[in-house]
């Protein structure tokens, strides 16, 4: 089918030949609505971890401070170009440049917000348990600040030198999300493996397991050295990274393990429904995450009481223009 007929057929349908059982107008309004909020939430986030000396200061909030720059970074550009592509059936700029650089941008959030939560569960682990190997600046620099430096670098350098890789000579679809492209790169069997383990399965582990070892580990020191304090000055830090984990759970992980059982030789016809629509709802991972952490902001309420009640009085106190009327004053006779 020429490219000509399948924008007429998405047009007279509102329904893409992806499988998924959602009109255009239906996608548009839910990424929109969702999009919206979440900047919105994001932003709000953002001012506090970054303004607040002592939430900014603390080493477990670096972490989310950059995962929730990358997602405010993803839902100012590619969430508007995928809601344009979902009103309109047809991406906004036709351009074989500006589609690599979307695609570019698109992977390295989300393949570097994974490792960066998976590096979170693991990190939680040295903050609680091993606090004495941050105890000076060279062993925090060492220990916590390369290795989120280094994430967020390994993903800008390998998707900057690997997405424009085009010498198969592979097509756009301007018809397509993200013009459906990708890296030739991927036709080579052994870097797809290399990428699947390094980014998807390494990724899962430390998310799984690093969260799960956290609570147990938790749990068996408070009931063997029974101390509440230390429980109650860590118990944020928990909470945090469960939420944050949370999401991950339910969205990132399923369809890492479903990739893993079909190249174990499970049937790739099991499940193809499933991966079809875990791929639509993949940007949820992104756009949930400022709601998972917001509730593990403290003083939480405090926060949005003193929001609303200086709104409430800039209202009191606005200028409201008075008229005044002046009496002409009557000349007495002379």
Known sequence: ??????????????LPLD???????????LFLISNVLSLACGFFLFF?????????????????????????????TVIPWEIHFLRVGVVPIKSPTICM????????????????????????HILIFHNKWI???????????????????????????????????????????????????????????YEFMSGGVLSSICIGFGSAFLVI?????????????????????????????SIFFIIYLPPVLLAISQKLGVPSSVGSSYTTYASFFSNYVILLFPFT???????L?????????FFHRQQQHRVVPLTVTVKPIRQSRV
Not at 51 to 60: N, P
């Open 293 to 299: 952490c917001l509730g593990t902001l403290p003083q």
């Open 1 to 14: 089918m020429s490219t000509s007929n399948t924008s007429l057929t998405i047009i007279s349908t509102g």
């Open 135 to 193: 105890a000076t600046k060279m062993q925090r620099i060492l220990i916590h600040y390369i290795p989120l430096i280094l994430i967020i670098m390994y993903g800008i350098i390998l998707y900057g030198v690997t997405t424009p890789m085009n010498d198969c000579g592979r097509s756009f679809n301007y018809n397509s999300k993200l013009c459906a492209y990708y890296s030739c790169v991927y036709d080579s069997a052994g870097y797809s493996l």
């Open 48 to 76: 506090h971890l970054v303004f607040d000396a002592t939430l900014r200061h603390g080493l477990h909030n670096h972490v989310i401070i950059a995962v929730l720059g990358l997602c405010l970074f993803h839902e100012l």
């Open 217 to 245: 580990r938790i749990v068996i020191q408070k009931r063997r050295l029974q101390q509440q304090v230390h429980w109650r000055r860590y118990r944020k830090m928990t909470i945090q990274l469960l939420s944050v984990t």
């Open 19 to 29: 499988g998924i059982a959602i009109p255009l107008i239906g996608r548009f309004w």
């Open 101 to 124: 650089i979307f695609k570019f941008i698109d992977t390295v959030v989300y393949t570097s917000m994974a490792k960066l939560v998976g590096w979170a569960s693991v990190e939680r």
């Open 301 to 309: 309420r405090t926060r949005v009481k003193t929001i609303f009640r």
